[in-house]
């Protein structure tokens, strides 16, 4: 079945630098979303890309649809102690609704 | 408003027990979706319902019974809990067909013990 392989599992940063997180599919997706978890939440969403090389922003997030369609970035620019959490990549394709999740990055910021 | 409710947040109970759990969205979306997020974090879709019509089941036991009164609402049944049934799970909607955006509830952690 569809896998997506989304790295790194976990990083461990300080305040302030910039963040990078990806995921890659053996197959092609339609549509690239990427999610945050916080603690006892649900994951709430964060930038959904529908076209192939299509780069959008979020405040200081930046996602990108890569251009193959079976890769995606997710860029945190100046990070600071509100985005700890875990970060999903979710992929979709075909007609039906099914949305497959990635593993998730859990992003740590030491003090 | 909550857009995505589901109750209840917390649920502990026995093995062999039968339990439900309700989802409720005020979106007006046509598409929900229950998922399994296990304790290391994998959120796996179980089950898609569009406008009351399942679309979408996973490899999931027959124990797990989704039920779909109207388009706002969808329920998941579980009979014969099992110590293996233990995760949070989450309702979530999105807009329409296809893989779109989806919204999801703040989960409920069943812990069968």
């Known amino acids: 079945g569809q896998q997506l392989n989304q790295s790194p599992q976990s990083m461990f940063i300080q305040e302030g630098e910039d963040v990078s997180m990806n995921c890659t599919s053996s197959?092609?997706?339609?549509?690239w979303l990427w999610y945050k978890q916080d603690p006892g939440e649900g994951p709430v969403l964060l930038i959904a890309l529908y076209k192939a090389g299509e780069l959008t922003s979020n405040g200081r997030l930046t996602a990108q649809f890569g251009i193959t369609r079976k890769d995606s970035f997710l860029n945190i620019s100046a990070s600071i102690p509100s985005d700890v959490g875990i970060y999903f990549c979710?992929?979709?394709?075909?007609?039906?609704?099914?949305?497959?999740f990635g593993k998730g990055t859990r992003l740590h910021i030491l003090p | 408003d909550t857009a995505v409710s589901q109750t209840p947040k917390y649920l502990v109970t026995q093995m062999g027990n039968d339990k439900s759990i309700k989802c409720e969205q005020n979106?007006?979306?046509?598409?929900m979706y229950w998922y399994k997020q296990d304790s290391k974090k994998f959120l796996k879709i179980m089950f898609s319902?569009?406008?009351?019509?399942?679309?979408i089941n996973e490899t999931v036991p027959n124990r797990f019974s989704p039920k779909s009164p109207d388009k706002a609402h969808l329920n998941l049944h579980i009979n014969s809990l099992e110590l293996g049934d233990s995760a949070v799970y989450f309702c979530?909607?999105?807009?329409?067909?296809?893989?779109?955006?989806?919204?999801f509830g703040q989960g409920t952690r069943l812990t069968v013990v």
């Open positions: 979710a992929g979709g394709s075909g007609g039906d609704d099914k949305i497959i």
């Open positions: 319902y569009n406008n009351k019509e399942l679309i």
């Open positions: 197959s092609i997706f339609n549509t």
């Open positions: 979530a909607s999105s807009p329409g067909t296809g893989p779109t955006e989806a919204f």
């Open positions: 979106l007006g979306h046509d598409t």
